[in-house]
């Protein structure tokens, strides 16, 4: 796995003997180019794009095993290690928060861009997909990146019944964090510095 500063973003591979991901991460125009295969994943990074303002072009994306949790996981990690390259956490406002509605859902993401990685999520979903992707690979897809990221994200589900509406609203919630996180500005540290 690399990553790259280009002149206006980061891109980044990672070929395994599971998959080959090849992406571009960029900070403005919140647009997601290409497809992973996986039509709600796709869905799930359009979203993540259009709030947090950042664009992903997705210049290749293959699963060598057809296995979609292995595709889902390490999109994460890669996304994540091109977002840690992209940003100077000291120089953004670094803590973020948002909390999205979709009809009966209600999810709430808090995000600290702290060179710390931790995830937690105070829910579980009641079905074992989501349209076409396992609905456990979200947990892992959010475990890559914040690991990569060296970021802590915490998500809430307030109320809802609907996979589908959780799984988006959290996203959105998550994607629109970031967005918060990542304007510029002086970080807030006691140290002086983040890792």
């Given at each position: 796995m690399k990553t790259e500063r280009i002149e206006d973003g980061v891109s980044g591979e990672r070929i395994t003997k599971e998959v080959e991901i090849s992406i571009v991460l960029?900070?403005?125009?919140?647009?997601?180019?290409?497809?992973?295969?996986?039509?709600?994943?796709?869905?799930?990074?359009?979203?993540?794009?259009?709030?947090?303002?950042?664009?992903?072009?997705?210049?290749?994306?293959?699963?060598?095993?057809?296995?979609?949790?292995?595709?889902?996981?390490?999109?994460?990690?890669?996304?994540?290690?091109?977002?840690?390259?992209?940003?100077?956490?000291?120089?953004?406002?670094?803590?973020?928060?948002?909390?999205?509605?979709?009809?009966?859902?209600?999810?709430?993401t808090y995000i600290d861009l702290s060179g710390r990685p931790f995830f937690q999520k105070n829910f579980e979903f009641f079905s074992d997909k989501i349209e076409d992707m396992p609905s456990e690979t979200f947990e892992e897809f959010m475990l890559g990146f914040v690991n990569h990221a060296r970021i802590t994200v915490h998500i809430f589900k307030f109320s809802g019944k609907n996979d589908h509406h959780i799984c988006e609203a959290a996203m959105k919630s998550?994607?629109?964090?970031?967005?918060?996180?990542?304007?510029?500005?002086e970080t807030m540290t006691t140290k002086g510095m983040i890792d």
């Open positions: 960029y900070p403005v125009s919140g647009r997601l180019e290409g497809t992973t295969k996986i039509a709600f994943f796709d869905h799930l990074l359009n979203s993540f794009c259009h709030y947090s303002g950042l664009s992903v072009k997705i210049n290749g994306c293959e699963s060598k095993d057809k296995i979609v949790h292995h595709l889902v996981e390490d999109f994460g990690i890669l996304l994540g290690q091109a977002f840690r390259s992209l940003f100077d956490y000291t120089k953004v406002h670094r803590f973020g928060e948002a909390t999205v509605p979709m009809n009966e859902a209600l999810v709430g998550f994607g629109l964090a970031v967005a918060r996180a990542i304007k510029s500005g």
